[in-house]
């Protein structure tokens, strides 16, 4: 089939939903579908410093993948000091999509995020008579759509109007459906999924080294946690364990995080690697004993599944979207949210546990190679795309609401 996929972000970007996004293209091709990208990026040194910007590069788009490539010009008006025009690129991305659809017909169009690409996704699919799909990935799900009337009212329309949704977890799916309102019935859990031929134990899973090393990779953002990772670590050294941590990533903390390292004396304890490319991610694996993830909510977690992936024994927070992948105790340690005490004292425990390391990287080395490889995952979805062709849905009539400039998200779009 013909299938045209909607990006919010793709690479250079460096997000969980680059690495979805390359994965999912990849195994398409692999199974015969005929794909085009149409994928929103950042041009300007502003959007570039936080995630990463500019347009997909050739070789990091899978071999077959027509791509297309749109600078978010509406959302690049706050460099001018201008509120976001979001709504500018909504009809840039539906006009984009109807052209390529006039010149070669799709047979599915297929959105991450609910907005704006998911929106504008359901515009294009409404027009053309054309069966749509819409990834909940993250933050459109946890946190768009209570920033302000606008964004809540059109969130809640796709959640209404898409023929299909899919989500990462039950726990998030529960969430969204308290948060807005939505029927779960209309969510397909979908987990994540990752490169388990990339991302690869080295050595034996769960082995500790002196001294022990800890890792984060991923954007750096106080709403994953990093900045408690950093308290946590202040505790461990204070009792005088022997321990280092390597942060690996970009994100809009990530020069907060460099002057807190600084001032808490921590230069000599703590390595900040910066921006390392997806294609060598599965190295950065390889400084850990440990991978800490203490973040405050997902949809599902890419790189807890690399880790796992990795053979590394996995300390993350009982939260939304990594509960459903991490049990405590079984397959990795979970503690509450926002509390670095609770984080350092789980981590000394199980640096004090070898035995206990082992056991738990090798049962969640055992279940992500089960469960949440991408040639399993993206079975589910092309399952997906197969269900709305055989039973069409017209997508209705979508809301044109009043623009609430108030948003935070006008003044800060990259964290959108």
């Given amino acids: 089939?013909?299938?045209?996929?909607?990006?919010?972000?793709?690479?250079?970007?460096?997000?969980?939903?680059?690495a979805y996004a390359e994965n999912l293209l990849r195994h398409l091709v692999r199974a015969g579908h005929d794909v085009t990208l149409v994928s929103q990026y950042r041009g300007d040194p502003q959007g570039r410093a936080v995630y990463g910007g500019g347009p997909p590069p050739a070789d990091r788009v899978p071999a077959g993948v027509e791509v297309v490539a749109l600078e978010a010009r509406g959302e690049q008006a706050v460099v001018r000091g201008e509120p976001a025009d979001f709504?500018?690129?909504v009809t840039e991305i539906c006009r984009t999509v109807l052209a390529l659809h006039a010149r070669a017909p799709f047979d599915?169009?297929?959105?991450?995020?609910?907005?704006?690409?998911?929106?504008?996704?359901?515009?294009?699919?409404?027009?053309?008579?054309?069966?749509?799909?819409?990834?909940?990935?993250?933050?459109?799900?946890?946190?768009?759509g209570t920033c302000c009337p606008t964004h809540r009212d059109l969130v809640r329309a796709v959640f209404a109007a898409a023929p299909a949704l899919l989500i990462g977890s039950d726990s998030f799916a529960s969430e969204v459906c308290d948060r807005h309102g939505v029927d779960p019935a209309r969510f397909t859990v979908i987990p994540g999924a990752?490169?388990?031929?990339?991302?690869?134990?080295?050595?034996?899973?769960?082995?500790?080294?002196?001294?022990?090393?800890?890792?984060?990779?991923?954007?750096v953002d106080a709403r994953k946690g990093v900045l408690d990772l950093l308290a946590a670590m202040r505790l461990l050294l204070d009792t005088g364990r022997r321990v280092r941590l390597t942060v690996s990533g970009i994100g809009p903390d990530s020069a907060r995080l460099a002057e807190q390292v600084?001032?808490?004396?921590?230069?000599?304890?703590?390595?900040?690697?910066?921006y390392i490319p997806y294609e060598d991610a599965h190295r950065v694996y390889r400084?850990?004993?440990?991978?800490?993830?203490?973040?405050?909510?997902?949809?599902f977690s890419n790189t807890i599944l690399e880790a796992m992936a990795s053979g590394l024994p996995v300390v993350s927070t009982d939260v939304v979207g990594v509960r459903d992948c991490i049990r405590d105790d079984e397959n990795g340690v979970l503690v509450p949210a926002a509390d670095p005490a609770a984080l350092a004292g789980a981590i000394s425990v199980l640096l004090d546990d070898v035995p206990r390391c082992r056991r738990l990287a090798g049962a969640a080395l055992a279940e992500v190679r089960q469960r949440w490889s991408w040639p399993v995952i993206a079975g589910q979805i092309t399952g997906v795309y197969d269900r709305v062709l055989r039973h069409p849905v017209p997508v209705p009539a979508l809301p044109s609401p009043l623009v609430d400039l108030r948003c935070r998200f006008r003044s800060a779009p990259h964290l959108l």
């Fill in 108 to 144: 599915v169009v297929h959105a991450q995020y609910a907005y704006p690409t998911g929106f504008a996704a359901l515009a294009a699919a409404r027009i053309a008579g054309l069966p749509a799909v819409v990834s909940v990935q993250g933050g459109d799900g946890h946190w768009v």
């Fill in 1 to 18: 089939m013909r299938i045209c996929f909607v990006s919010r972000r793709y690479w250079p970007a460096v997000s969980g939903m680059s």
């Fill in 87 to 89: 709504e500018r690129d």
């Fill in 194 to 219: 990752t490169d388990t031929e990339r991302f690869a134990p080295v050595g034996e899973p769960g082995s500790v080294h002196e001294p022990a090393q800890l890792l984060y990779h991923g954007r």
């Fill in 287 to 299: 400084y850990g004993d440990v991978f800490v993830s203490p973040t405050y909510a997902e949809g």
């Fill in 262 to 274: 600084r001032a808490d004396g921590l230069t000599e304890h703590v390595d900040l690697l910066g």
